[in-house]
């Protein structure tokens, strides 16, 4: 595809077909979120490929969770059981944890070289014809799964789900660059 092109097909899956990703895709996403630019080249992503078991184990965990909340506890409505369905029905599902010191300044710059490395996976699938959900979701239920996975001391960022899309989604509305540019009357933009 072109650069172009894959900047556009980008968009966010919500439903899946049951078609397998080959390992070979798998293998190619990974190999991109690595070259992804770090601070100070920390490199702070480790990646965790869920087998079927566990992807069910926890979008049951994330329904759970839901249920157990008052409505709008956290003051935002939660998308969380629509994510637990995605988790349960795309190809695979990856969880990018956070390795290192929780110290505020070396935090922030570890979690902007996460996205990075998550939107190299993404943009990566996209390429190779394959769709994808950013599910931060997962954070909801964070401490169940790292006593399920025996994960300690890392920060799970966000999973992200990878398949073949049942249909392509409409592109959502974007906010006016007039709105976005700060300085808009010092920049020349399109
Ligand atoms: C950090 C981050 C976390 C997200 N978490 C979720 C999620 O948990 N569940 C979900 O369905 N979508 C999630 N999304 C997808 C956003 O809802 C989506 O990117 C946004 O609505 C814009 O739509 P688009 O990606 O199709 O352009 C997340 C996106 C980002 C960048």
Do not use: C
């Given at each position: ?128 014809g394959i769709s994808s959900t950013w599910l931060a979701d997962v ?52």
């Amino acid at each position: 595809m072109e650069f172009k092109e894959v900047i556009n097909e980008r968009l966010t899956t919500l439903k899946y077909t049951d078609q397998k990703i080959k390992k070979e895709d798998l293998n190619k996403i990974i190999n991109n979120a690595i070259i992804a630019p770090s601070a100070k080249n920390r490199q702070p992503w480790r990646f965790y490929i869920l087998n079927k078991k566990e992807r069910d184990k926890i979008a049951d965990m994330m329904d759970a969770w839901e249920k157990g909340i008052k409505e709008n506890e956290f003051g935002i409505v939660t998308t969380i059981h629509r994510s637990a369905n995605i988790m349960r029905t795309a190809s695979d599902v990856i969880l990018v944890y956070k390795y290192g010191e929780k110290v505020i300044y070396k935090e922030t710059v570890d979690i902007l070289s996460i996205g990075a490395a998550i939107e190299n996976m993404i943009l990566t699938a996209t390429d190779l014809g394959i769709s994808s959900t950013w599910l931060a979701d997962v954070r909801f239920v964070l401490d169940d799964i790292n006593q399920y996975l025996k994960i300690k001391n890392m920060d799970l960022m966000s999973g992200i789900a990878f398949g073949y899309r049942a249909k392509k989604p409409n592109r959502k509305g974007r906010y006016p660059k007039e709105y976005l540019i700060l300085n808009k009357k010092d920049v020349e933009y399109e």
